[in-house]
């Protein structure tokens, strides 16, 4: 007598852990001063709460591309989402 019910079960809870495991990249980390980023990686977003963005923005620090001496970083200014925490 076989059981199919359970390897599905085994299948659905892999895909929630994988699932939850990238959840947990995909969030950016954020800083008061962008002096306070330390060892930028290739890909990494970070969000800067300086106040140089307009209303309702917030400025995002990327590590873009890879050069001869280190990771170039791109800065723009994107869309708050949420409320403002402290």
Known sequence: MTRPHIGRCWI???ACLALCALAQTATAQTVAREQDIVGLRLGQRILVDDGSCPAGQIKEVKGSR????GI???KKCIPR????TR
């Open 66 to 69: 890879m050069t001869a001496s």
């Open 81 to 84: 989402s949420g409320t403002k």
């Open 12 to 14: 659905g809870l892999a």
């Open 72 to 74: 170039v970083a791109v």
